[in-house]
């Protein structure tokens, strides 16, 4: 998966509390983005990010937040987890933002 | 709203057969890429077509881009029962970061 990796994989975890993800490149990629995947919605980008500390919000932010202090990491958190959150969640790093995207194996989230 | 949306939602074929899978989108665009992901896996590149070129091929292949209808499609020759899998088209505008369509589901039957 092109040097990206997630972590958790699977999380199951209750309404009202915080959780984070945590997604790691080792490509030295500039762009980094947060996309959750729900049956009938494909993909849509929750944040992104072009650098360190840089952040921006994408089509379903809502909810979320973002933080990367370093090149190769991009943390999503979820400061009060609610079950329309239950969802996949996949990080995908590129070189550009015009450039193809690489993902990560995802994340599965279960808010119950 | 999504950018992209991908026609038919799910196709079923014989291996050995074509498929075919279309992607229409909304506004102009800087590229259009499409990405394969199979069952429980992230999205996998397939191919990158940029505005102003018509067709390309990779392998076994071939998109197509029309910018005055607004749509690509993505043509898989020859398909294996290892082509099955979801098939999304993504499109690039300006500082815009990719948006997806919703996919199309083939299933290649052996």
């Known amino acids: 998966d092109a040097g990206i990796t997630q972590s958790p994989r699977h999380k199951v975890t209750e309404t009202g509390t915080p959780v984070t993800l945590r997604c790691h490149q080792t490509e030295n990629h500039r762009y980094m983005y947060w996309y959750r995947q729900d049956p009938g919605h494909g993909l849509r980008l929750i944040h992104y990010?072009?650098?360190?500390?840089?952040?921006d919000k994408g089509e379903v932010s809502d909810g979320y937040s973002v933080s990367r202090s370093k090149t190769e990491d991009f943390l999503l958190t979820l400061e009060s987890a609610t079950s329309s959150q239950t969802s996949v969640y996949f990080c995908?790093?590129?070189?550009?933002?015009?450039?193809?995207?690489?993902f990560g194996p995802g994340t599965r989230l279960t808010v119950t | 709203s999504q950018q992209g949306e991908e026609d038919p939602q799910a196709l079923s074929i014989q291996e050995g057969e074509n498929a075919t899978m279309n992607c229409s989108y909304k506004?102009?665009?800087?590229?259009l890429q499409w990405y394969r992901q199979n069952s429980g896996r992230g999205l996998v590149h397939l191919i990158l077509i940029r505005s102003n070129e018509r067709e390309k091929h990779s392998g076994r292949l071939r998109v197509t881009l029309d910018t005055s209808k607004k749509s690509s499609s993505l043509l898989i020759t020859a398909s294996r029962a290892a082509d099955t899998a979801s098939y999304f088209c993504?499109?690039?505008?300006?500082?815009?970061?990719?948006?997806f369509g919703s996919g199309t589901r083939l299933q290649v039957q052996p």
């Open positions: 990010s072009y650098g360190v500390k840089d952040t």
């Open positions: 993504a499109t690039v505008l300006g500082r815009r970061a990719l948006t």
């Open positions: 506004t102009s665009i800087n590229n």
């Open positions: 995908a790093i590129s070189p550009d933002r015009a450039h193809e995207q690489y």
